[in-house]
């Protein structure tokens, strides 16, 4: 218990936004993925998860890990089936933003949605590392309480709204690994992930990639920071983490480049630039390999979290 007391200390986590959202016409998301952790709390209407669609049921919760691809249905288990591209393209036929103004919750067909991050040693998405699918939630727990309380202080405009509202978020991180944890959930991912934190030498390595995006991040350099061989650097960060290096560095560049795009105005040839992509095409046929959708279109995106 105390490993995971050390990972909790060394959390970074924030909100990063929370949305209260009306089903305006039902329909199956086929490809959902973000790089974000997202949970959702399901007010009225049905929700459908996973492969098998399993149903989530009003006043339970829906925990969504960053970096999983996960089919999601809205209101019907049979309703029209879209992607990511079609859905940013005409999401107003879809889904709508009602305004922090109004009453919470209320509405037909509604949720409540949270965007999140929280990582280790302000590096490494602790949710993502865990390689873990998307899981349900029970109703009436310390994280539905948490959820309505930060939803109601976005609706205000007082002093100490941030501050509260990382209070609360910094809960709901903390329940989902007390729930996690008490029903024993993904738990060779867990232990996996409670050895390598303890190894200074790959933490060393996060801090570095998450420091150095956009400059050289070969095994030569990375095998340096380590103090192993370079031969040998691949195989032990592998070993320890359970992905190659390289995959691990383009999801952090894949990652920062996401936030790039919904947070500032910078060109995307700037964009992949800062991330360590030398040739603006490479990065855009990454990009869209990576999230179906063209980094240009991510841009203009307002997914079921940024609506």
């Not at 992607?83 to 067909?109: D, W």
């Not at 024993?184 to 995006?213: G, W």
């Amino acid at each position: 218990m105390e490993d995971y007391n050390k990972i909790i200390e060394s959390l970074s986590v924030r909100c990063i936004n929370a949305k209260n959202i009306k089903i305006l016409k039902p329909f199956i998301l086929e490809n959902f993925y973000d790089v974000e952790n997202h949970i959702i709390l399901l007010n009225h209407g049905e929700i459908f998860f996973g492969d098998g669609f399993t149903k989530l049921n009003e006043g339970e919760m829906l925990f969504l890990p960053g970096g999983k691809l996960t089919p999601l249905a809205y209101g019907e288990i049979d309703a029209q089936k879209i992607k990511n591209e079609t859905f940013m393209a005409h999401k107003e036929k879809y889904i709508q933003t009602i305004p922090s103004t109004e009453e919470l919750g209320v509405e037909s067909n509604s949720y409540f949605i949270i965007s999140l991050e929280a990582k280790v040693f302000d590096s490494v998405n602790f949710f993502t590392s865990i390689d873990m699918p998307a899981f349900a939630l029970p109703k009436a727990s310390n994280i539905s309480d948490s959820i309505w309380e930060i939803m109601k202080e976005t609706s205000l405009k007082l002093p100490g709204k941030e501050k509260i509202i990382k209070s609360f978020t910094e809960r709901i991180v903390i329940e989902i690994i007390r729930h996690i944890l008490e029903k024993r959930l993904f738990v060779e991912q867990l232990a996996t992930n409670t050895t390598y934190f303890k190894d200074p030498r790959l933490v060393n390595i996060f801090s570095y990639i998450k420091d150095n995006l956009k400059g050289d991040l070969s095994n030569h350099v990375l095998a340096d920071v380590a103090n192993v061989s370079e031969d040998y650097v691949g195989q032990y960060f592998k070993m320890l983490t359970g992905i190659n290096p390289q995959d691990y560095i383009e999801y952090q560049r894949m990652e920062k480049a996401v936030n790039l795009l919904r947070t500032s105005k910078q060109s995307i040839r700037e964009i992949s630039k800062g991330v360590g992509y030398k040739d603006t095409a490479y990065f855009c046929r990454r990009f869209k390999m990576m999230f179906g959708i063209p980094a240009g279109k991510m841009r203009r995106r307002e997914s079921l979290i940024n609506v």
